[in-house]
Structure formats: structure tokens, C-alpha cells
């Protein structure tokens, strides 16, 4: 059997032509195998013929593999890389440039940051378009209210920096691909943070970050 299959000493037997199964089968990438599933449940012991079940697993898996690499190329070629958690103002901030941070005018730092993706082409995770990368604290911004918001550096966000366009998804258009939620829109400086740590926060507009009307958005995260 491929490396791909979980199948547990407890799970699966042959015992001549017969496969019993017991419980669940599961992709390692955790797709399930829709034969399995409609025919086991968890605790129950069912007997197939190997010949009628291991070619049609084995169907199912490459097809699922299929799908999976075409995602994930479609996914990596939309999404941009790099950004970071900044662990002291709480806000997404891009990597590539240190940018300012509003907690203490020094680099934003990135401790226990996961590696974020940001979408810069709309798909059919149907992305808010409107996000822009302000090139003085390296932050991502909505760009598309009356005014830029606020900048550690002092003004408004740099809406004339070359900028990507990104979109970011509200969660409960974003069911078709994982992530993080939890993420919020701050209504005082227009930057994006993780909503949880509002309480530890820092906005450049003084005090904490404020999610008032923000949705919640997912990230990826790698």
C-alpha cells in the first residue's frame, strides 16, 4: 500500500481475498475517501473483495493528488509570502522591510510569527480588494477610505507606495481553503492585526487597536 493511506495495524486485514476494515480511511492529506466513507463507520467492521476496493482507493488518491498539486500551484502563484506578525504592535507587517513599529519607533520584530501569505490577485476566495503595503512601516492597510489612516512614521499610510494590490477574505467566504481567522480590520489606523491580541496591542493612532466593523479575515499561513 502507498505512504499516502493511514491505515493502522487496528484498521485494515487481508485474510486471503477479503480486506476487512475497521473505522476510518484517510489520505495523509487529510482529503477523505468518499468509498470509506459511506460504507464504514467508526466501530464497525465491513468486508470487501481486495479486488474490487484497493483499485478504486487507489483511483481516488491519484485524482485527489491531482486536484491538491493544481491548488496549491494556483494558490502559490496568487499569494505573496513574507509577512509577518509583529509581536510587540500586533499588526501584519512584510519582512522584506523593517518598517517602523508603533510601540516603540524601532524594527518591528517578528517572535513566534508564522510565515503569512497574502493574496495580490482576486480569485474565487472572493478577496476584499482595497488592501495596499505602506512602504514607512511595512504594514498592511485598507486604502480605499477617505483617509490613509495612521502611520507610526507619523500621517497617513503612504497610499502612493508600489504596492501590490491585495486582497484579504472575510472567513465566511473562506471555506474552501484553510487558514487562520481572527484577523481584524483597526478602524483608527486602517491596519490589519490579530484581533485576540487587541488587549496587548499598540495603533499608531495611540492606544489599542480598535476591530469596530471589522469583519474577521483568514490568513494563510504556513
Not at 56 to 69: G, R, S, T
Not at 120 to 139: E, K, L
Amino acid at each position: 500500500m502507498p505512504s499516502d493511506i493511514k491505515l493502522g495495524d487496528e484498521d485494515v486485514t487481508i485474510e486471503g481475498s477479503k480486506l476487512t476494515v475497521k473505522g476510518d480511511l484517510y489520505a495523509a492529506t487529510g482529503l477523505y475517501l468518499h468509498r470509506i466513507q459511506s460504507l464504514v463507520q467508526p466501530g464497525s467492521t465491513y468486508q470487501f473483495a481486495v479486488h474490487e476496493v484497493i483499485p478504486d482507493l487507489m483511483a481516488q488518491i491519484e485524482a485527489l493528488q491531482a486536484q491538491v498539486a493544481a491548488l496549491k500551484a494556483v494558490r502559490d502563484f496568487n499569494m505573496q509570502d513574507g509577512w509577518r506578525w509583529c509581536n510587540k504592535c500586533r499588526t501584519l507587517v512584510h519582512s522584506g522591510i523593517p518598517g517602523i513599529c508603533a510601540t516603540d519607533q524601532r524594527p518591528h520584530t517578528y517572535v513566534g510569527s508564522s510565515n503569512y501569505c497574502v493574496q495580490h490577485t482576486r480569485t474565487n476566495n472572493a478577496g476584499q480588494a482595497g488592501w495596499r503595503w505602506c512602504d514607512q512601516c511595512s504594514s498592511l492597510f485598507f486604502g480605499r477610505n477617505a483617509t490613509g489612516g495612521r502611520c507610526p512614521r507619523g500621517g497617513e499610510h503612504n497610499r502612493n507606495a508600489a504596492s501590490l494590490p491585495y486582497f484579504v477574505s472575510p472567513e465566511n467566504v473562506s471555506r474552501n481553503f484553510c487558514g487562520q481567522n481572527e484577523w481584524r480590520w483597526c478602524r483608527l489606523c486602517e491596519s490589519l492585526f490579530f484581533g485576540p491580541h487587541a488587549g496587548e496591542s499598540a495603533c499608531a493612532a495611540g492606544g489599542r487597536h480598535d476591530a469596530t466593523g471589522s469583519s474577521d479575515y483568514v490568513l494563510d499561513s504556513r
